[in-house]
């Protein structure tokens, strides 16, 4: 079993920048992949971001490529998965999950119980 935490979430104004971290542990060998998922009130949750672990491979949806970048620790790279957001925006406000992929799944099985974000205009 894996267990993800996230954290970094807050308050914060247009046009700055946060950074979320989800921290990994338990069989965090048995990943494939992790990524970032949000859910705004009354809106269903949608995927922000994901990274591979095999070749580092990254994908980002449209809404915040060339704003959120994912990174990973230098050393025991399988441990957490950061999303350094930048140039906020108040439709960026949601709650903000971590998620993780085993093995070959198709679908993402497990999750932390996220972070709330928050962006004022």
């Known amino acids: 079993q894996v267990s993800l935490v996230e954290a970094g979430g807050g308050l914060v104004q247009a046009g700055d920048s946060l950074r979320l971290s989800c921290a990994a542990s338990?069989?965090?060998?048995?990943?494939?992949?992790m990524g970032w998922f949000r859910q705004a009130p009354g809106k269903q949750r949608e995927f922000v971001a994901a990274m591979t672990w095999s070749d580092g491979d990254t994908s980002y949806a449209d809404s915040v490529k060339g704003r959120f970048t994912l990174s990973t620790p230098k050393y025991n790279k399988n441990a957490a998965l950061y999303l350094t957001m930048n140039n906020l925006k108040p439709e960026d406000t949601a709650r903000y999950y971590c998620?993780?992929?085993?093995?070959?799944?198709?679908?993402?099985?497990?999750w932390g119980q996220g972070t709330q974000v928050t962006v004022s205009s």
């Open positions: 998620a993780g992929q085993r093995g070959d799944s198709q679908s993402w099985d497990y």
């Open positions: 338990g069989r965090t060998f048995s990943m494939s992949a």
